[in-house]
């Protein structure tokens, strides 16, 4: 073997690396960079959670693999690739793939087309995963693996079914190019499913009222070639150089003296151990790069051992397969499936087990560059491989740095927690994975929150070889666990092997699982039932691989096999059916989103991506850790002499007033005595880089005493813990008479808990804030939904008059009200550093300090009483609601207002009374999400009509009917329905999903399946539109039409991904007859338009078209004298003349909603201007033993009146679904509270992507149908339409109530017919834990109810 030294001469003379086919040299000195930190200067690779949960930082790397001499392609997550990891390679980044000035790449213009992408912000990153997968195949890939291609890019907005649909055009061939279709504006519609011409309905669309069903008839389209050739003649090629040059040993260095080594062979690894025994070894670095950055490990040294021979090898053997440890998952993987074609299936039991698992490990992102050692050597306890590797046996080769080599086998390798039997100068070398033997089975096992690229909850890899002695008529079943004899028996038949055999294993198991109470993770119960309901499957599936064997009389009982059956999804098939209804050049058409292509592209600028100004400083906040305290002392001596310390601002700093709040302030900027939650800011630092400013933020100590702290709705309400003046009340008819008069049949009482829920919008909070004319002025670029609040912000904290204070937002990478007022006070706070160093200053949140700080949906706990006939008639609610209003007031109030004019959601109750109270925990804020409390009031709402449906033996769905509100209902809160559709929308989904027959159905297939049932549900909303505080009710618009007939509009309003620029210039296009193309939307502003509200409220098309509207009719009045004297042939040429005349050609829009208002003292008015009526359909599938499910149906109806744009309203109506599915069935806010003693008090545990799940491609419904109501125009909106963005989020709950459905048919089973709650999120744990059985009873009785943080 050869020497370090042999190696080092062999060094380069330059690192170096290809960008977008430019060649760059990669200066010494850093190893500490991301290739993301590198990129950044393009503005398509985003930053959205830095530790490879989100795929917004998706790049394709390139490199020559020498052995198998061709060109490798693959995608990979730049923000946790080192830098130097990519060394030699080819990086492409969304601006190599295509641009509007070069020409779109296929994948990026069928994004646009499709309406894939809203705010944009996940876009590039799409791009680049589909781009790779294209790139990397020799063969079109079929639609399963372009589903599967997408799991590690996360979407919040679009519900993907778009995306799916953009891509799957890629799967199929023999198609002509769709590009040759017509664009937006050539006349043709494009299918908002397909993103071509609609092949499903016909032109005459365009010509006014013909409805339309996209989906079903999609007609695909497709490349012959796609091995990235002949997409376009500007395919960037692998750069020549980096077909010859040979890599090379790399020694180089980062700040804070980091050193990172490249060798080449194993010696020299070998001997840079000896050199430094405690190094690194990296691969992927997707352990190690968490390690350093979100935990603060510091490794001063790192060996990246991605291109030693020796530790790549991957050859099937005769006794098995031999896997180097720096072999790659996704290699491993594709090896594992040639093998298992290739041989005999007997001897590849193992190998299909870890396909399966190798399946459901992170995103392909993380797959492609993470390794078989780093996966072993990290020996995390949720690591998937692990117990696979004992179970089936595998033996790890381990080399010394003498060379020596020894084999321990895999169930002797883990020692402990994160510990392993490898000794500093060793190194894993290999793995070696027998074949099975003939009865030899493997199964591996996997539980998480989300199917896909989530961490487990409970994992395990099982094997059994049955050894069947002739002579004794025995057969042994060995386990590495346990070994049962079953004996003289001639057959083995289902039911004996379940009494002798399953039980005693389950005892044993049972006596061996041991987690305690406090056990970090949480799920005790959930956990040790998991284990037993594991082997319980993995029993049944042996006996069911055995069956018809030797030895195995008969089959286990064919309702016993849906324990069995592995989980299969089939590709996502999404359906519309809308009508169009045209209204001059644009009103009306499937218009795509203006920004689109910009956003498809990766030259869409989002205030991160805004160019640093010179001189600028980067902000980072001091934060209390504790969640009720008194600041007894803050020591910053070592923050001030951290490198690139500029300064440090506290409370006294504040040049205006510190107290801050939307409605009242009670919130300091700056805590001053007491901090009242943990991720309070303190203080503010400053540097010249962002790292610097977090390394200084977290060199300042704080000292407390603590106090007491309130970390529940339970507590505050124990305590009478509430905001001052937030009692509400409303009344309709008495519910006490009611209740004492006995109409009632049935008075039931009980307790609704809501979960919370994070926004996470893909782009986090920023902003960026400078002075002007010595400090005179304030600008700010900042990602808001309301930058009229920044602008009030500042200048009130800065005490400078709002004029001089102006803050401008492009576009926002998804806000969905989290940016309505939080981002308010974090642009507030860098305003103090740079206002009075005269600089500017940027802030930019880690993810994991925005989802802990800035708020979230409101919990909720509602206490209801209802009195209802034995027909299921309401007669009387009497409600309490409280929701977590955190430490400040924020729009709490207006929130819990909202939910409380919601909670009888679409139903008519003569007597009503509904009380709410705001309360103050010592949580950070909560604040607006979509709905704004309305889903909330709506979801307790339908937990109380479900529970009448079981007190009275109905179906939900006939108590629903029966309690409808309709034309001239009168609701709690004195507003009297008028223009009511609910019943032809609930009536038009009822016959479009076959009610009846579904519920038929379902029976059936739970009648002949025990350990997996089906549900269903239909669950209708109506969604007042308005904002319920009244002088926000207003929009105003700036109007200019130049010369060239082109038109540019300003309004209050901000783009987030909802189409409202997009809506907003069809309006003024078609109020002008001129097309689309000639109106502009550049951004909102302060200074073009004062004082608008926050764009939020669904009501924003309403407000800002109306307005826009305006400015444009005032504009057209002043032309028509002119335009009356010729005529004109183009838009352009009376725009001159005009000009020409003197006539001004800018105008003020203006708009108030009318007829609306509502007084809280008396109870009464009219808070909303119409309704927004829809309904949806749900069938789920669970599986019983785990508490998984899928969505096998969804099918939403909504009355939109005439839409305004209908692909941008299906859009939002999936797009808000899916959200509302993930609240619903999915995403669970751990907080540091009574419930969750593992948690320190009041800190948030789901503060990332790797804990918090939003819902990924794979849980989009399979089927997945949206209409819109037809022949239903909206008298109280522009254009006869209606709002949408917030209207359909809570449909999604019908998923909810469809899992309980089945949950229901479940307990069944058990004998269990009782109600029982069921708290969102149903998550697996909820699930499993409620679908009582033999398995869960040891550790749970039938009333047990996991823990919710409420
Ligand atoms: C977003 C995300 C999702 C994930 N999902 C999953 C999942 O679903 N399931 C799962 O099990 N894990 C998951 N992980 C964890 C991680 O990806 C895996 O453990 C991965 O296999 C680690 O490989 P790596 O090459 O990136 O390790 P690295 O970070 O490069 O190295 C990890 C450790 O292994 C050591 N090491 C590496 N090679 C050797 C060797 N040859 N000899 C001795 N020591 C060595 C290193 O020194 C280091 O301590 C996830 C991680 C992320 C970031
Ligand atoms: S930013 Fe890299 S995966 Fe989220
Ligand atoms: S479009 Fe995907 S996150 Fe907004």
């Given at each position: 073997m050869g020497s370090l030294k042999n190696e080092e001469e062999l060094e380069a003379k330059e690192a170096i690396l290809y960008v977008n086919g430019v060649r760059r040299v990669l200066p010494d000195g850093l190893a500490h960079l991301t290739l993301l930190e590198y990129l950044r200067g393009l503005t398509g690779t985003k930053l959205g959670c830095g530790e490879g949960g989100c795929g917004?930082?998706?790049?394709?790397?390139?490199?020559?693999?020498?052995?198998?001499?061709?060109?490798?392609?693959?995608?990979?997550?730049?923000?946790?690739?080192?830098?130097?990891?990519?060394?030699?390679?080819?990086?492409?980044?969304?601006?190599?793939?295509?641009?509007?000035?070069?020409?779109?790449?296929?994948?990026?213009?069928?994004?646009?087309?499709?309406?894939?992408?809203?705010?944009?912000?996940?876009?590039?990153?799409f791009v680049m995963s589909m781009y790779a997968l294209l790139r990397s195949s020799k063969v079109p890939p079929t639609e399963e693996q372009i589903e599967e291609s997408l799991a590690g890019?996360?979407?919040?907005?679009?519900?993907?079914?778009?995306?799916?649909?953009?891509?799957?055009?890629?799967?199929?061939?023999?198609?002509?190019?769709?590009?040759?279709?017509?664009?937006p504006t050539g006349g043709e519609l494009l299918c908002p499913s397909t993103g071509k011409p609609c092949s499903c309905g016909s032109k005459a669309a365009n010509d006014g009222e013909k409805s339309r069903a996209c989906g079903s008839g999609l007609t695909p389209i497709s490349y012959s070639e796609i091995d990235g050739s002949s997409y376009t003649n500007k395919e960037l090629i692998f750069p020549p150089e980096l077909l010859l040059r040979k890599l090379t040993y790399l020694n180089l260095c980062g700040s804070g003296g980091l050193k990172?080594?490249?060798?080449?062979?194993?010696?020299?690894?070998?001997?840079?151990?000896?050199?430094?025994?405690?190094?690194?070894?990296?691969?992927?670095?997707?352990?190690?790069?968490?390690?350093?950055?979100?935990?603060?490990?510091?490794?001063?040294?790192?060996?990246?051992?991605?291109?030693?021979?020796?530790?790549?090898?991957?050859?099937?053997?005769?006794?098995?397969?031999?896997?180097?440890?720096?072999?790659?998952?996704?290699?491993?993987?594709?090896?594992?499936?040639?093998?298992?074609?290739?041989?005999?299936?007997?001897?590849?039991?193992?190998?299909?087990?870890?396909?399966?698992?190798?399946?459901?490990?992170?995103?392909?992102?993380i797959r492609n560059v993470a390794s078989v050692g780093g996966n072993i050597c990290t020996a995390s306890p949720i690591s998937d491989l692990n117990p696979l590797w004992m179970a089936a046996g595998a033996k790890f080769r381990i080399i010394d740095f003498?060379?020596?080599?020894?084999?321990?086998?895999?169930?002797?390798?883990?020692?402990?927690?994160?510990?392993?039997?490898?000794?500093?100068?060793?190194?894993?070398?290999?793995?070696?994975?027998?074949?099975?033997?003939?009865?030899?089975?493997?199964?591996?096992?996997?539980?998480?929150?989300r199917r896909d690229d989530d961490i487990a909850i409970v994992n395990a890899g099982m094997r059994?070889?049955?050894?069947?002695?002739?002579?004794?008529?025995?057969?042994?079943?060995?386990?590495?666990?346990?070994?049962?004899?079953?004996?003289?028996?001639?057959?083995?038949?289902?039911?004996?092997?379940?009494?002798?055999?399953?039980?005693?294993?389950?005892?044993?198991?049972?006596?061996?699982?041991?987690?305690?109470?406090?056990?970090?993770?949480?799920?005790?119960?959930?956990?040790?039932?998991?284990?037993?309901?594991?082997?319980?499957?993995?029993?049944?599936?042996?006996?069911?691989?055995?069956?018809?064997?030797?030895?195995?009389?008969?089959?286990?009982?064919?309702?016993?096999?849906?324990?069995?059956?592995?989980f299969h999804r089939p590709p996502v098939m999404g359906s519309h059916d809308f009508e169009v209804r045209k209204h001059g050049t644009s009103v009306g058409s499937s218009e795509v989103h203006l920004s689109a292509r910009l956003q498809v592209t990766g030259e869409a600028e989002y205030t991160d991506d805004t160019p640093i100004p010179p001189n600028c400083l980067h902000a980072a906040f001091v934060m209390s850790r504790k969640p009720h305290a008194r600041i007894l002392a803050i020591d910053d001596v070592e923050a001030r002499s951290s490198a690139g310390f500029a300064g440090i601002f506290y409370v006294n700093d504040v040049p205006g007033d510190n107290m801050t709040g939307p409605i009242i302030a009670d919130e300091e900027l700056f805590a001053s005595e007491l901090v009242t939650c943990v991720g309070q800011v303190i203080g503010v630092v400053v540097a010249d880089t962002h790292e610097n400013a977090k390394l200084a933020a977290r060199n300042v100590h704080v000292q407390y005493e603590e106090l007491p702290a309130i970390l529940s709705i339970e507590e505050a309400v124990k305590s009478k813990s509430f905001h001052p003046n937030t009692e509400r009340i409303l009344t309709k008819g008495d519910v006490e008479h009611c209740f004492r008069s006995g109409e009632c049949d049935k008075v039931i009482e009980g307790e609704v808990q809501v979960g919370g829920q994070e926004h996470f919008y893909l782009e986090p909070h920023s902003s960026l804030i400078w002075t002007m004319d010595g400090g005179n002025e304030v600008h700010m670029i900042s990602s808001t939904q309301a930058p009229q609040k920044h602008q009030k912000y500042v200048s009130h904290v800065l005490g400078l008059a709002m004029s001089k204070v102006v803050c401008k937002t492009k576009r926002i990478g998804g806000g969905f009200g989290g940016k309505e007022t939080r981002s308010a006070s974090i642009a507030a706070v860098a305003a103090v550093p740079s206002y009075l160093l005269n600089r500017p200053v940027k802030i930019t949140l880690d993810r994991d300090i925005d989802m802990m700080i800035s708020g979230q949906r409101h919990s909720f706990l509602g206490k209801y009483k209802v009195g209802f006939t034995n027909d299921g008639k309401v007669l009387a609610l009497d409600l309490k609601i409280f929701n977590n209003a955190g430490n400040s007031l924020d729009l709490s109030l207006a929130i819990l207002?909202?939910?409380?004019?919601?909670?009888?959601?679409?139903?008519?109750?003569?007597?009503?009374?509904?009380?709410?109270?705001?309360?103050?925990?010592?949580?950070?804020?909560?604040?607006?999400?979509?709905?704004?409390?309305?889903?909330?009031?709506?979801?307790?709402?339908?937990?109380?009509?479900?529970?009448?449906?079981?007190?009275?033996?109905?179906?939900?769905?006939?108590i629903r009917e029966i309690n409808f509100a309709s034309e001239g209902s009168v609701m709690h809160y004195s507003q009297r329905i008028e223009h009511c559709t609910l019943q032809r929308v609930w009536n038009e989904l009822k016959s479009s999903c076959n009610f009846l027959n579904a519920r038929k159905e379902v029976e059936q297939f739970n009648l002949h399946n025990r350990w997996k049932k089906r549900g269903v549900a239909m669950i209708p909303t109506n969604f007042g539109i308005s904002f319920t505080v009244k002088f926000m009710n207003q929009a105003g618009a700036l109007v200019q039409v130049y010369t060239d007939g082109t038109v540019l509009v300003t309004h209050g309003g901000v783009e987030m991904g909802q189409g409202l620029h997009t809506k907003v210039a069809q309006i003024a296009a078609s109020s002008f007859n001129i097309p689309?193309?000639?109106?502009?939307?550049?951004?909102?502003?302060?200074?073009?338009?004062?004082?608008?509200?926050?764009?939020?409220?669904?009501?924003?098309?309403?407000?800002?078209?109306?307005?826009?509207?305006?400015?444009?009719?005032?504009?057209?009045a002043r032309m028509e004298p002119i335009g009356a004297r010729h005529n004109f042939s183009s838009f352009a040429e009376l725009a001159n003349a005009c000009y020409m005349e003197r006539i001004d050609l800018s105008a003020h829009g203006f708009f108030i909603t009318p007829d609306i208002g509502f007084d809280w003292e008396t109870g009464k008015g009219k808070p909303f201007r119409y309704f927004t009526y829809g309904a949806a359909f749900a069938e789920v599938e669970i599986d019983t033993l785990t508490g998984?499910?899928?969505?096998?149906?969804?099918?939403?109806?909504?009355?939109?009146?005439?839409?305004?744009?209908?692909?941008i309203d299906v859009g939002q109506i999936e797009g808000a679904f899916v959200q509302g599915w993930g609240w619903v069935a999915l995403e669970e806010l751990k907080w540091g509270d009574a419930s969750h003693k593992w948690i320190p008090p009041g800190c948030l545990f789901t503060c990332g992507p790797g804990n918090y799940k939003i819902p990924s491609v794979n849980d989009v419904p399979f089927k997945f149908k949206v209409s819109l109501l037809k022949g239903a125009p909206n008298v109280k909106a522009i254009h006869s339409s209606k709002a949408v963005g917030e209207p359909p989020f809570f449909l999604a709950s019908c998923v909810f109530f469809a899992i309980k459905d089945a949950i229901i048919a479940a307990r069944a089973e058990s004998g269990c017919n009782s109600w029982f709650p069921l708290d969102n999120p149903a998550t697996p744990e909820r699930i499993r834990m409620a679908c009582i059985d033999e398995f869960t009873k040891p550790f749970a009785d039938n009333n047990f109810r996991p823990k919710l943080s409420v």
């Open positions: 917004a930082c998706t790049v394709m790397a390139s490199y020559f693999d020498r052995n198998l001499k061709k060109c490798v392609h693959h995608a990979l997550n730049a923000c946790l690739a080192p830098l130097y990891s990519v060394e030699g390679m080819h990086v492409i980044t969304v601006e190599g793939v295509g641009s509007r000035r070069s020409e779109l790449h296929p994948v990026q213009e069928s994004l646009a087309q499709s309406h894939g992408s809203q705010c944009g912000f996940c876009t590039p990153g890019n996360l979407c919040r907005c679009t519900g993907y079914r778009p995306i799916v649909d953009a891509f799957r055009v890629f799967a199929k061939t023999n198609d002509t190019l769709y590009t040759n279709a017509q664009g990172w080594y490249r060798p080449l062979r194993l010696q020299n690894v070998l001997d840079l151990k000896v050199r430094y025994p405690d190094a690194k070894l990296v691969v992927g670095n997707t352990e190690v790069g968490i390690e350093m950055r979100l935990k603060r490990i510091r490794y001063p040294v790192l060996i990246s051992v991605t291109h030693v021979p020796e530790l790549n090898v991957l050859s099937a053997k005769e006794d098995g397969l031999e896997i180097g440890s720096a072999v790659r998952l996704s290699e491993l993987l594709s090896v594992l499936r040639k093998v298992t074609a290739e041989r005999a299936p007997d001897e590849t039991s193992s190998c299909r087990a870890f396909i399966e698992q190798i399946k459901w490990f992170a995103g392909t992102q003498k060379g020596n080599i020894r084999t321990v086998l895999a169930e002797n390798f883990f020692l402990g927690y994160r510990k392993v039997d490898l000794a500093s100068g060793e190194v894993l070398l290999s793995v070696f994975l027998p074949w099975t033997r003939p009865f030899e089975h493997v199964k591996e096992f996997k539980q998480a929150h059994v070889y049955f050894e069947v002695k002739d002579q004794s008529n025995c057969l042994w079943w060995r386990c590495p666990s346990f070994t049962f004899c079953i004996k003289n028996k001639r057959f083995f038949d289902w039911e004996e092997l379940e009494q002798e055999l399953l039980q005693g294993a389950l005892a044993v198991l049972e006596q061996d699982i041991l987690i305690k109470e406090d056990a970090p993770g949480g799920m005790v119960e959930f956990r040790k039932s998991l284990t037993l309901s594991f082997f319980f499957k993995f029993f049944l599936w042996v006996s069911h691989e055995m069956d018809g064997q030797d030895y195995f009389g008969e089959s286990i009982p064919s309702s016993h096999l849906s324990a069995v059956q592995s207002e909202h939910a409380m004019f919601h909670s009888n959601n679409v139903y008519d109750i003569p007597n009503v009374r509904v009380c709410g109270r705001v309360c103050f925990t010592n949580f950070p804020s909560n604040t607006a999400f979509r709905g704004f409390g309305g889903p909330q009031g709506m979801l307790i709402a339908e937990n109380w009509i479900q529970r009448i449906a079981t007190e009275v033996s109905k179906s939900p769905e006939e689309l193309s000639s109106v502009f939307i550049s951004e909102t502003s302060t200074d073009k338009v004062p004082n608008a509200s926050p764009t939020a409220a669904s009501a924003s098309s309403d407000m800002y078209g109306a307005a826009v509207l305006d400015a444009c009719e005032q504009i057209k998984d499910f899928h969505t096998r149906t969804a099918d939403v109806f909504l009355d939109l009146g005439f839409s305004l744009n209908p692909a």
